[in-house]
């Protein structure tokens, strides 16, 4: 494709998009027992469903993310999706072959029903009392959606990080519906420490004068401090040593230390401003709600905490991907995945991608990362698309 | 399919399941998957090999063999299988143990440093041998185990390994008669298929 002379959009990206709706009107029953009059999940496509519905990926969000995964949503859009990088005609999810799908999570704050939608029994926003969601009602939800989209089974569920334990969760409650799950930069279970720091971001959050035990919103505030908290402790974390040493070093933003005026890091500057940003798009009852949703998957635990038992019950083939500087999602723990994979007797393939970028290597053109994603998915293509 | 490749998927038998360590392209399993719906695993570093083996549809899993096999449990595998990799690995000795603790079997193949070239190589011009085969110079070479067929056999001896087959060929795979009878001076490649130590033997 060549550049369109009313488009000032890049010609490798799937261009302008805008994100639809789907409303499942009647009731939905939630894993901690309590159910919901229905909800609304906001999504996004790119390419084409093929006449035999077998060409569709699923793009599963992590825990920051949204609906709007690639693209472009007005001409002079500065900030297109979170995985621009990667969807796209000739990209390693490629939308000139697959047909792309990726919705805004149940609980999320992007459209998707969550704690600033209004509850329909109250007439107030749902707030801090939107019922606690998983990995699996997620799932749950998808499959809905999928039914609405008329896509029965999909060529690839792909995710990173929390995304990947929703793909991993497709596998294991949608066996029939999935090819193929890619799980990047994932785990079967969060460990203690990873627990830690989401429970500092959530004291962070909590602590803020201005949360108001949840009730922020009807009071007219926002607690932007312990958002932007959350997100620096967050943000730190997805990073390695190495890749901030290089990418910031001891550089000043602005001051002297002779004289020890007004210094600023650049990664002090760095960080402010990502938090900042954070605070200003993402709701704090939702983030929360999407860290616990974190913290408790475990799914096996329902299976005596075996994890080959717990994969049993999964049909399609797995590709783990980690990376070596990635030390909240560790190479270990995709290790341990890819060991209960072959005790249970699963196809699946892994690769171990060299990068300095720390847990947020899978948001980023690593080009052995994307060489890797680009085979295994092409394969995905002549397996269940071209021959299905 | 490569000839020596050929040679190991004779023996193996349909629904086994496989674990080939050092497994390159993935030629092997990619064959026994289709040919005899083998249930196989591929260990291998090189990441050109392995984006072959996902293009191939391969399970091939990312994996240094020197760090050791310790992620897979005792008779986990039907065969372990190992073809021109041992030469080249931290402890060929511990590695033979490894593989016989999670398969039942194993199938090794390697070069033979006894091979009449080599020797002549080394006799007649006084240096490491050099040849299409082990193309490396001695300081820049993967295989730093590199032995004759009598050493590898003196080592399966020594831990009471029992050979169960042998099958010695030339560079070009092909099986004479001459390297039958005088297999170290005039074989080139080796596949050893080998059974766990002799038990009851005090």
């Known amino acids: 494709m060549a550049y369109s002379v009313s488009s000032s959009l890049p010609s490798d990206s799937v261009g302008l998009v805008s994100p639809q709706v789907f409303a499942h009107p009647s009731g939905f029953s939630l894993r901690c027992g309590e159910t919901l009059e229905g909800f609304e999940l906001v999504y996004e496509t790119y390419g084409r469903l093929n006449a035999a519905r077998s060409n569709a990926i699923l793009v599963c969000h992590a825990l920051s993310g949204s609906h709007h995964a690639a693209g472009y949503h007005s001409e002079d859009d500065k900030r297109p999706g979170w995985w621009e990088s990667c969807i796209g005609p000739g990209k390693p999810i490629d939308t000139d072959r697959f047909f792309v799908v990726c919705p805004n999570n149940l609980g999320g704050c992007h459209g998707s029903t969550g704690p600033t939608t209004v509850d329909p029994r109250t007439g107030e926003p749902f707030g801090p009392n939107f019922p606690v969601v998983t990995v699996e009602d997620w799932v749950d939800t998808q499959a809905l959606l999928a039914d609405h989209l008329g896509i029965d089974r999909f060529a690839a569920v792909v995710g990173g990080s929390l995304g990947g334990m929703q793909a991993m969760r497709w596998a294991t409650d949608y066996p029939d519906r999935l090819h193929a799950a890619v799980l990047i930069a994932c785990a079967a279970r969060l460990s203690a420490q990873n627990i830690a720091f989401n429970e500092i971001a959530r004291q962070a959050i909590i602590s803020d004068p201005e949360f108001h035990g949840g009730n922020y919103r009807q009071l007219g505030v926002n607690p932007d401090l312990g958002l932007m908290l959350a997100r620096m402790v967050g943000h730190v974390t997805y990073l390695s040593d190495d890749g901030m040493r290089q990418r910031f070093g001891r550089q000043l933003k602005s001051g002297d230390i002779e004289t020890a005026q007004d210094v600023e890091f650049q990664v002090e500057s760095y960080l402010h401003h990502q938090g900042r940003s954070f605070s200003q798009r993402f709701d704090a009852n939702s983030y929360v709600l999407m860290t616990r949703a974190l913290d408790y998957f475990d799914p096996a635990r329902e299976h005596d905490d075996d994890l080959v038992k717990a994969l049993a019950s999964a049909t399609c083939r797995f590709c783990v991907i980690s990376f070596t500087t990635d030390w909240r999602f560790s190479v270990a723990r995709s290790k341990e995945l890819v060991d209960a994979l072959i005790a249970a007797g699963k196809n699946v393939a892994s690769a171990i991608i060299e990068s300095e970028h720390g847990h947020d290597s899978f948001l980023l053109n690593v080009p052995r990362y994307f060489d890797v994603l680009r085979a295994y998915l092409g394969r995905i293509a002549t397996e269940a698309v071209d021959a299905p | ?202």
């Open chain 2, 1 to 202: 399919m490569r000839p020596d490749l050929e040679i190991i998927a004779e023996v193996i038998k349909p629904g086994a399941r496989v674990l080939d360590l050092g497994c390159g392209e993935g030629e092997l399993l990619a064959y026994l998957q289709t040919s005899k719906q083998v249930n196989g695993y591929g260990l291998e570093i090189d990441p050109d090999n392995i984006t072959t083996c996902l293009h191939n549809g391969v399970n091939v899993i990312e994996q240094d063999l020197d760090e050791g096999l310790d992620n897979f449990p005792d008779d986990s595998f039907d065969l372990v299988v190992m073809t021109e990799t041992l030469q080249a690995v931290q402890n060929p000795d511990r590695m033979l143990d490894d593989m016989l603790r999670i398969g039942g079997e194993c199938i090794v193949t390697f070069p033979n440093f006894g091979y009449w070239r080599c020797r002549a190589y080394l006799a007649l011009r006084g240096r490491m041998p050099v040849s299409e085969h082990l193309p490396h110079a001695w300081y820049d070479t993967p295989n730093i185990h590199l032995c004759t067929f009598k050493d590898f056999e003196r080592l399966c001896h020594s831990k009471g390994l029992p050979v169960i087959d042998r099958f010695v060929v030339d560079e070009r795979h092909l099986a004479r008669r001459l390297m039958q009878r005088f297999p170290n001076f005039f074989g080139h490649i080796a596949f050893y298929r080998l059974g766990r130590p002799n038990s009851g033997e005090a």
